[in-house]
C-alpha cells in the first residue's frame, strides 16, 4: 500500500512539473508573439509614414504647378521631375499613353 502511495506521490510530484514547465512554454511563447507582432505593427507604421510622405510630396508639386500655372510659367517635364523625383513612377508611363494616343506632344 505504501509503494502505491509513493508512486501516487511521484505521479503527482510529475504531473505539477510538466505542468510548471508547460506554463513557462506557454509564457515564453507568449513573448515571441507579442515581439513579433510588435515587428510586424513597426513595419506597417513605416509603410504608412513613407506613403504618407510621398503623398505630402506630390501634394506640394501638385500646389507648386498650380501655382506657376496661375502666374502664367508653366513648368516642363524635367522641372517637374526635378521638383520631384518620385513622380518619374507615377507620371512617365502616363505621358508615353497620352502620347501614344495623340493627347499629347
Known amino acids: 500500500m505504501s509503494e502505491v502511495i509513493a508512486d501516487m506521490e511521484r505521479c503527482s ?10 506554463g513557462r512554454i506557454l509564457e515564453h511563447r507568449r513573448k515571441a508573439v507579442q515581439i513579433e507582432m ?34 502664367g510659367r508653366h513648368l516642363k517635364t524635367p522641372e517637374i521631375f526635378t521638383a520631384c523625383p518620385l513622380l518619374k513612377n507615377y507620371l512617365r508611363p502616363m505621358r508615353a499613353a497620352m502620347q501614344r494616343s495623340g493627347l499629347a506632344k
Do not use: M, P
Not at 504531473?15 to 508547460?22: I, N
Open 13 to 22: 510530484k510529475t504531473e505539477a512539473e510538466a505542468q510548471e514547465s508547460l
Open 38 to 71: 510588435a515587428d510586424v505593427v513597426g513595419e506597417f507604421a513605416e509603410t504608412i509614414k513613407r506613403k504618407v510622405a510621398e503623398l505630402d510630396a506630390l501634394l506640394a508639386l501638385g500646389t507648386s504647378v498650380g501655382d506657376s500655372y496661375h502666374r
